[in-house]
């Protein structure tokens, strides 16, 4: 399996512009991440997926954040609109069941200006 | 609160040297455990994990971890440090949500 697939790798935008961040998770696992890294906070959980269903959602800061899972391979992290304080870089991690970890991929570093 | 704490931000050890990193968790059972290692640019990549059962796990790259339930602490060390060692570590735990909640992290720099 080629890991937990997120893209972009990096987005420049503009305060106002909508930004969609997408990830395709490790086939078979049925959680799902997104996760938020800065260097104020560190690594925040965002929302979680069970079985493309969100679970927990408490930690989306604003309403301007929206994550949807569509099906079992595909998940989009949406921010409308940006602003320089979203700046950070974006995790998107997945696992299965009991007695494993979470995998995350490569992160997409998000700049707003 | 359940929490997540790693005292040390920032760690600079010799290459060759022992190495000890802190973590302690606020909870009130016994979580699963993780570290976690991020070098600059990357993602999240596992040392290792406790789950149950030896209270001493290993992981990848010559580090391991011991969990002490007196303390509420998983340390991570490694015998002998590499240069390629030096990134961000990680230690998380898994109350059962199955959602990680992290620490703060800790950056080791390696002296030559």
């Known amino acids: 399996d080629a890991g937990v697939i997120q893209s972009p790798r990096h987005e420049v935008t503009e305060m106002g512009q909508e930004v969609t961040l997408r990830c395709k998770p490790i086939?078979?696992?049925?959680?799902l991440f997104w996760y938020r890294q800065t260097m104020m906070r560190g690594l925040e959980l965002l929302i979680y997926f069970n079985n493309n269903v969100p679970i927990d959602d408490s930690g989306m800061p604003e309403d301007r954040f929206s994550a949807k899972m569509p099906n079992a391979s595909f998940s989009t992290l949406k921010i409308q609109p940006s602003e320089p304080r979203d700046s950070a870089v974006y995790f998107c991690?997945?696992?299965?069941?009991?007695?494993?970890?979470?995998?995350f991929g490569q992160g997409t570093r998000l700049t707003v200006v | 609160a359940q929490s997540v704490t790693q005292p040390d931000i920032h760690i600079t050890v010799s290459e060759g040297a022992s190495l000890e990193l802190r973590c302690n968790y606020s909870y009130g059972a016994t979580p699963y455990l993780f570290w976690y290692v991020q070098s600059p640019g990357q993602g999240l990549q596992l040392l290792l994990k406790?789950?149950?059962?030896?209270?001493l796990v290993q992981g990848i790259k010559g580090f391991e971890a011991e969990f002490k339930r007196s303390q509420s602490s998983f340390n991570l060390r490694k015998p002998s440090v590499h240069w390629s060692d030096a990134a961000e570590y990680f230690c998380a735990m898994d109350t059962g949500r199955r959602a990680l909640t992290f620490g703060s992290g800790t950056r080791l720099q390696v002296q030559p």
């Open positions: 991690a997945s696992r299965t069941g009991w007695n494993t970890e979470a995998f």
């Open positions: 086939s078979g696992h049925d959680y």
């Open positions: 406790y789950f149950s059962g030896d209270t």
